[in-house]
C-alpha cells in the first residue's frame, strides 16, 4: 500500500483540488478592475498590465512567465496559467498529472473515478486559448469548477473509507490549507502594499470571499459588514467553512488520524506527523481577528504557509520514501 500506491493517492488529491483553485483565482482575478479602471496612483504602483501581472503572481510564476512570454497580455496569461504543458502547475497539467496517477491504480480503484477523471482531461485538452476568449473565461472556468466537483462527488459516494481514501483526502486538504494562505498572499500583495485598511483594498478582499466560494456564507455571519478583520477572520479562523483554513487543518488531521498502519516504526514516523499537525493546529487556535489584521508584511501568512509545506514534507517523508524509492 505503502509507497508508490500512498504517493500517486496524495497527489491525486492535491492535483485535483490545486485544478479546482486555480480556476477560482484565475476567475475571480479576471474579474477584478483592470488597469484602467484603476486610480492613477495605483496604476503607477501597479505598472503596466497589471490585471494579467497579478493573475500570474497569484499562482506563483512570475519568474517562469517572463523567462518564456515576456509581456503580459490576455491571452498568454490565460495559456499559461490553462493549457500550457510546460507549466506544471496550468490547469491541464495538473489534471494530467491526476490522471497519471489514477492510471497507475485503475486495477485497486473504482472504475467511476477513472472515468471522470479520464474524461475530464480528454475535455480539457482539446480546448485552445480561443476557446476561452470566445467561451467567456467565467464560464469555462465554471466549468472546471464542475468537473473538480463530479469528481468529488463520485469519490465520496464509491470509495471505501480505507487507507486510499484518507491519503486522497490529506492530499486535498493539504493543498487547500496552501492556497487559502496563497489567496491571503496574493490578494495583500495585489492591494498595492497600502495594507487591509486602505480603500483600494477592497475589491480585492471580496476577492477573497469569491475565490473560496465563501460570500455568501460570509454574509451569514457577519451581514453586511465588509471589513478587513472580519474577513480575513472568517477566511483563516472559521472552524465551519469547509475551505477555511482552519477547517482543512482540522480536517487533515482527522484523516491522517483514521491511516491504519501495522509497522511499528512506520506508526512511530507516523505519529510524528500527526503532532506536526497539532502543532500547526495550535498555533492557529493562538491567533486572535487583530493579529491577522496587523500583518502588513505578511509574516503569520508566511508562517503558516511554510508550515503547511513542512508538512507535506514530513508526509512525503513518512509515508513515500520507506524501502523502494518512489517515482
Not at 1 to 17: D, P, T
Not at 266 to 271: F, R, S
Request: charged share 25%; aromatic share 10%; proline share 2%.
Amino acid at each position: 500500500m505503502l509507497n508508490r500506491n500512498a504517493e500517486a493517492l496524495f497527489w491525486i488529491g492535491r492535483y485535483m483540488e490545486r485544478a479546482e483553485n486555480h480556476a477560482r483565482l484565475i476567475d475571480v482575478h479576471y474579474h477584478l478592475p483592470s488597469e484602467e479602471e484603476l486610480t492613477s496612483a495605483e496604476r503607477e504602483a501597479t505598472g503596466p498590465n497589471a490585471k494579467w501581472a497579478r493573475i500570474v503572481d497569484a499562482l506563483g510564476s512570475r519568474e517562469a512567465y517572463e523567462q518564456q512570454y515576456g509581456d503580459y497580455n490576455e491571452r498568454d496569461v490565460l495559456f499559461y496559467t490553462t493549457l500550457d504543458r510546460d507549466n506544471t502547475n496550468a490547469l491541464l497539467s495538473c489534471v494530467s498529472h491526476a490522471r497519471g496517477n489514477l492510471r497507475t491504480l485503475r486495477e485497486k480503484m473504482p472504475s467511476e473515478l477513472w472515468d471522470t477523471t479520464n474524461a475530464f482531461y480528454l475535455w480539457l485538452r482539446e480546448k485552445q486559448p480561443e476557446d476561452l476568449l470566445r467561451e467567456s473565461p467565467h464560464l469555462f472556468y465554471g466549468k472546471i469548477k464542475d468537473w473538480t466537483a463530479l469528481f468529488l462527488g463520485v469519490s465520496e459516494s464509491v470509495m471505501p473509507r480505507e487507507n486510499e481514501w484518507h491519503f486522497i483526502k490529506c492530499g486535498r486538504y493539504l493543498e487547500r490549507a496552501e492556497n487559502t494562505l496563497r489567496i491571503i498572499k496574493a490578494v495583500g500583495n495585489a492591494a498595492n502594499g497600502a495594507g487591509w485598511n486602505s480603500s483600494s483594498a477592497y475589491p480585492y478582499l471580496q476577492a477573497v470571499l469569491r475565490s473560496v466560494s465563501g460570500y455568501q456564507a460570509y454574509r451569514r455571519y457577519y451581514a453586511d459588514v465588509m471589513s478587513a478583520d472580519a474577513i480575513v477572520e472568517f477566511v483563516v479562523l472559521n472552524a465551519a467553512f469547509p475551505r477555511s483554513l482552519q477547517f482543512a487543518l482540522h480536517s487533515l488531521d482527522e484523516h491522517m488520524k483514521q491511516i491504519k498502519l501495522q509497522d511499528k516504526q512506520l506508526m512511530a514516523a507516523h505519529e510524528r506527523v500527526i503532532r506536526q499537525v497539532s502543532k500547526v493546529k495550535a498555533d492557529m487556535a493562538c491567533l486572535e481577528r487583530e493579529d491577522m489584521l496587523v500583518d502588513r508584511n505578511g509574516a503569520i501568512v508566511a508562517h503558516l504557509l511554510d508550515a503547511c509545506q513542512q508538512l507535506g514534507f514530513s508526509f512525503a517523508n513518512t509515508f513515500f520514501r520507506i524501502g523502494e524509492a518512489s517515482a
